[in-house]
C-alpha cells in the first residue's frame, strides 16, 4: 500500500516537473528556453520549439486523463471493499485533475456517507455527512441529470438529516428520468411509509410488482411490503 501510494505522488510529481526518466523533454525544455533567450529569434526555430512543447503537453494530458479514469474505477473498487477513506484519497486526487466533473463529486458524495454512517463521534458524523450532502449538490450543479446523485442524495436526506419530503422529491426526480429504477421505487415506497401514506407507499410497492421480473430476489420484499401495507389498511386478503 505504501507503495502504491508512492508512486501514485511521484506520478503526480512528474506531470508538472519532468524527472530523471524524462531527460528528453527536459533537454527541449532547455533548448526551447535558449532560443527565447536569444536576441535574435529565427522563425524556424520558433516553431520548432512550439511542436516540440505541444508534443509533450499532449502527452501529460493524455496521461492526466487516464489518471483519472484509473482513480475513479480505484475508488469504486475500494468502495466495493468497503475501504472508503482509501476511496476517498483517489477520489480527492480524480477531483484535483477533473474539478468540474459532475460524476467524480457524485462518487466523493457516495463515498462520504458511507464515512458518516461509520462514523461513531456525533461531530465527526455531521462533518462527513455534510460534506456528503456538498459534493452531492455540487454534483447536480454541475449535470442536474446525474439521476445517481439524486438517488445518493435522497438516501442522504432520509438517514442522514431526517429531511424526509427533501427526500422524496429527490426520488421523484430520478422516477421522473428513470421511471424503471427499482431501487428509487423501493426507497419512494419506505419514504411514503414514513410520512404514513400509505396509499402512496403501496402504489411503489405495486409498481414493483410490473418491473420485477418473476426471477427477482426482490419480489419476495415487494410482496412482504404489500402483505403488511394491506394489513394496516385493513384490506382483506
Not at 486526487?93 to 461509520?118: H, R, S, V
Not at 463521534?121 to 455540487?138: G, P, Q, R, T, V
Not at 431501487?183 to 419512494?188: I, K, Q, V, W
Amino acid at each position: 500500500m505504501i507503495i502504491r501510494r508512492f508512486v501514485i505522488g511521484f506520478f503526480c510529481f512528474i506531470l508538472v516537473l519532468p524527472g530523471c526518466g524524462y531527460l528528453d523533454e527536459r533537454r527541449e525544455i532547455t533548448r526551447s528556453k535558449k532560443v527565447l533567450a536569444q536576441g535574435t529569434k529565427e522563425t524556424e526555430d520558433l516553431v520548432r520549439v512550439r511542436g516540440s512543447l505541444k508534443r509533450i503537453i499532449d502527452l501529460k494530458v493524455q496521461a492526466v486523463d487516464i489518471l483519472e479514469d484509473v482513480d475513479r474505477e480505484l475508488g469504486r473498487k475500494y468502495m466495493a471493499l468497503g475501504s472508503y477513506n482509501l476511496a476517498s484519497e483517489v477520489l480527492l486526487e480524480a477531483e484535483f485533475l477533473l474539478p468540474y466533473n459532475g460524476f467524480i463529486k457524485k462518487d466523493l458524495g457516495e463515498c462520504y456517507y458511507f464515512i458518516g454512517t461509520g462514523t461513531v463521534d456525533a461531530d465527526e458524523k455531521n462533518m462527513y455527512l455534510l460534506k456528503s450532502k456538498a459534493y452531492y449538490e455540487k454534483a447536480l450543479e454541475i449535470n442536474p441529470d446525474i439521476f445517481e446523485a439524486h438517488y445518493g442524495l435522497g438516501l442522504l436526506l432520509f438517514f442522514g438529516f431526517n429531511d424526509v419530503i427533501a427526500a422524496i422529491d429527490q426520488m421523484k426526480v430520478v422516477l421522473a428520468g428513470e421511471p424503471h429504477n427499482a431501487d428509487a421505487h423501493f426507497a419512494l415506497g419506505r419514504f411514503y411509509y414514513e410520512t404514513g401514506e400509505l396509499g402512496k407507499s403501496m402504489g411503489e410497492y405495486l409498481e414493483l410488482q410490473k418491473i420485477l421480473p418473476a426471477s427477482s430476489p426482490k419480489r419476495d420484499k415487494v410482496e412482504e411490503n404489500i402483505l403488511k401495507l394491506n394489513r394496516e389498511l385493513g384490506v382483506e386478503q
